[in-house]
């Protein structure tokens, strides 16, 4: 099986990354032009219960698989990475048919009495079949990852969107004549299509490249693998804790923002249009950065899985250093645009320009959500998953008691869930990070931090002026393309004469190879 380094195995999943988060970019972009403002909110009602569901299925073993499975490839013994397999299998296969009957026989009450909108029914009910789904998906990414060849996951991200967006349009205006909740679970339908169609595709590539026997002494290995089990859970259990916990803030999430807006005297449509607005628009252009800061997370976890079980600790906290470097990087530019030209952003991408402030507002503060990821997988890497845990646990307590407080009253509004949703993001961040100083030798890069402000404020000086001068004011589309290429140019160029982004990085990207012959 192809084995790739930290770099390569990051850069392959950027890539895909970038595919698919485009992809899914103009996939949002269609659903929400087909189901507008009302379409989107109930299918972001839908969505967290599903996440939620899912992440209790998963149990926290694509992480513990990719790690165990990495230790077990460096002594060479296969039989235990095929018991890892198998015991992750029962496990997520139990729980997914348990889920799948439980989500199913409840969507009702949860639609009408928790997310106070009946209608948010049908997609929840459309949305069942893609629980077991994930789950053996999920034991495959886990097992692929650990042996560090990122190919099977990159390929099958490209082709769950591509498959995605070839079904959605056509399926929400087939549902919509019957109403705009039809709409919203034939775009649910769309999403299994396609998780569906990737799994196909993973399986194959298991087929292909596994170098055991996978029928032979299944029960055989059941039986004898609770000391596999309990290796997977030391893991598996603070992570799935996180992961939980998370889940679980973004399932209560719409419900104390639907009970805290009808405080404040929105109406339940009223709130469904503000909360789709946040969530359907304004959130999908600041995650849009995260398709490397993820990719990073993936391959961080065997990485320095492997150089700590070699005592490896400078490769250790370079790794580290380098994973808050790039994913800071990949964030710069497009907080930068959105500061500076928020209504143009949301003008040529939606067709509207409402949320202007929370998209301004928000942005800057992302830059901190952005190294979230890759701080959290080194915390998971190092067996320090529980403090993970607790740190996401403190930053949840902390965004719900200001969303409460904030959104209920009037003046606040849906502004104050944006100030809660930063207001967590920055807590968990700063608390792994924290844990990380506190646990390694690893220390805060105050010089690097400088440095990348400094960056930042000379490529929005630039952008201000451009800004000022309305150069390119014809045109929004042209406008928008025009000073993000400038700024794109300037911002790279500052990259490089920093030392933020070396030569030795920006050359593992295989189009500049292609370039030099």
Same mark, same amino acid.
């Given at each position: ?23 899914? /970019? ?28 899912? *992440? ?56 009408q009495y928790f997310l106070t909108d009946a209608r948010a ?84 590539? /298991? ?41 679980? *803030? ?26 789709? %607005? ?35 600790y400078g490769t250790i906290n370079y790794r580290i250093l ?43 503060? /992302? ?92 490529? %929005? ?57």
């Amino acid at each position: 099986m192809t084995k790739q380094t930290f770099l390569h195995g990051a850069l392959i999943l950027v890539a895909a990354g970038l595919i698919t988060r485009l992809l899914g /970019f103009i996939n949002r972009i269609v659903v929400a032009r087909i189901m507008g403002e009302e379409g989107m909110g109930l299918y972001m009602m839908a969505l967290p219960t599903l996440i939620l569901v899912t *992440t209790i299925t998963q149990f926290g073993l694509p992480v513990a698989i990719s790690k165990r499975v990495s230790e077990a490839e460096a002594n060479g013994d296969e039989a235990q990475i095929k018991r890892i397999l198998i015991i992750s299998l029962t496990i997520t296969g139990s729980l997914s048919i348990f889920f799948t009957i439980g989500l199913f026989l409840f969507a009702p009450i949860v639609a009408q009495y928790f997310l106070t909108d009946a209608r948010a029914m049908a997609p929840l009910l459309a949305v069942t079949p893609i629980i077991p789904i994930t789950a053996v998906s999920a034991v495959l990414r886990g097992y692929f990852q650990g042996r560090q060849n990122m190919k099977p996951q990159a390929v099958s991200q490209v082709i769950e969107q591509i498959v995605r967006i070839t079904t959605v349009a056509f399926l929400t205006k087939l549902f919509y004549p019957y109403g705009v909740q039809y709409a919203a679970a034939g775009a649910m339908i769309a999403v299994i299509i396609g998780e569906l169609v990737s799994l196909l595709y993973m399986t194959r590539q /298991f087929s292909i490249h596994k170098t055991f026997k996978w029928r032979k002494a299944w029960i055989k290995h059941i039986r004898e693998g609770r000391q596999t089990l309990q290796q997977l859970m030391t893991i598996a259990l603070p992570t799935s804790g996180s992961r939980l916990i998370g889940s679980l *803030t973004y399932f209560f999430e719409p419900i104390i923002v639907a009970q805290s807006l009808a405080i404040a005297g929105i109406t339940a449509i009223e709130t469904t249009k503000l909360y789709g %607005g946040l969530t359907g628009y304004i959130l999908p252009l600041l995650f849009l950065p995260t398709f490397l800061t993820h990719a990073l997370g993936v391959s961080l976890v065997p990485s320095i899985s492997e150089s700590a079980a070699k005592q490896q600790y400078g490769t250790i906290n370079y790794r580290i250093l380098q994973a808050i470097r790039l994913s800071l990087a990949s964030g710069g530019l497009v907080t930068v645009i959105y500061v500076l030209f928020p209504a143009t952003v949301l003008s040529v991408v939606y067709g509207t320009d409402q949320g202007v402030f929370l998209l301004q507002f928000m942005a800057p503060f /992302f830059l901190l959500h952005y190294i979230q990821t890759p701080l959290q997988a080194s915390l998971q890497a190092l067996d320090l998953a529980k403090a993970a845990m607790w740190n996401t646990l403190i930053g949840a307590a902390v965004k719900f008691a200001v969303l409460a407080g904030l959104s209920s009253r009037a003046e606040f509004g849906i502004n104050g869930v944006a100030i809660a949703m930063v207001v967590g993001a920055v807590i968990v961040t700063l608390l792994h990070l924290a844990a990380l100083i506190r646990a390694t030798s690893f220390k805060f890069p105050y010089k690097m931090v400088f440095t990348f402000i400094t960056v930042l404020a000379l490529t %929005g000086g630039l952008g201000y002026l451009l800004n000022e001068q309305n150069y390119f004011s014809a045109n929004p589309l042209v406008e928008l393309l025009s000073v993000a290429f400038i700024l794109a140019v300037v911002y790279l160029y500052l990259l490089f004469k920093v030392k933020l982004l070396t030569k030795d990085e920006w050359n593992l990207i295989p189009w500049h190879k292609l370039t030099k012959k």
